[in-house]
């Protein structure tokens, strides 16, 4: 069964920091993705990548960066963090475009910017 | 217009009832449709994919694909309170495309 993890279910963080957050998944796919969900938003995709090093911007990437430097890892940055970008975010994977295959999802990760 | 649409709801269903979850999409392209239950608070898990025109069922689901008309449903038989989540629809054409979600309520 394929697994994909969050590092942390809940983050507190401050204004300017710097903040990562650390997506794994054990199924060697090679896309993954970087979501947030905010009420009657639905998912809004920040950015995406499908394979190691290579990455795409999403709908709503202003504010974010990513890495992913093994294709198991994908990592999301707050450059300088700030109080809009508290929100729910949400990890996916899946095995490659036009496989046909649904989405992995991690269990999310509720950042807080104070 | 969006790629992927459906109606926000909330859409309420007595115990018992069948609940009816319709999704519109805008790409011809799109071979494959998934439909993700996602419980407040927690991620979205899926509960079923189609990919060809016709009816799949699964247990108290039953999902429907006309591509013709670019159009899903999702038909949950003998609603329970449990069933009470938002539904998301997604499809994958070249990319990914998430609906916003519907917001089913089944009252006990």
């Known amino acids: 069964d394929v697994k994909v993890t969050q590092s942390s279910r809940y983050l507190v963080k401050r204004t300017g920091e710097k903040v990562f957050l650390e997506c794994v998944q054990d199924m060697d796919h090679e896309n993954m993705f970087w979501y947030r969900q905010d009420p009657g938003l639905g998912l809004r995709l920040i950015y995406f990548s499908y394979d190691v090093k290579m990455k795409e911007k999403g709908d709503i990437p202003e504010g974010y960066s990513v890495s992913r430097e093994k294709k198991e890892r994908f990592s999301l940055i707050l450059e300088s963090a700030s109080t809009n970008q508290t929100s729910m975010y949400l990890c996916a994977s899946y095995p490659y475009r036009g496989s046909n295959q649904p989405q992995h999802f991690g269990d999310g990760t509720r950042l807080s910017i104070l | 217009q969006k790629e992927v649409e459906q109606n926000s709801g909330p859409l309420s269903v007595p115990e018992g009832a069948i609940a009816s979850l319709n999704c519109t999409y805008s790409d011809r392209g799109s071979q494959s449709f998934f439909w993700y239950r996602q419980y407040s608070g927690k991620s979205p898990e899926l509960i079923m994919f189609?990919?060809?025109?016709g009816d799949k069922e699964d247990g108290r689901f039953t999902a429907q694909l006309n591509k013709a008309s670019q159009y899903v449903s999702l038909l949950i038989r003998d609603s329970q309170p449990s069933d009470s989540a938002t539904y998301l629809c997604s499809s994958e054409s070249y990319k990914y495309i998430f609906g916003t979600g519907t917001r089913l309520k089944v009252l006990a």
């Open positions: 189609i990919y060809s025109n």
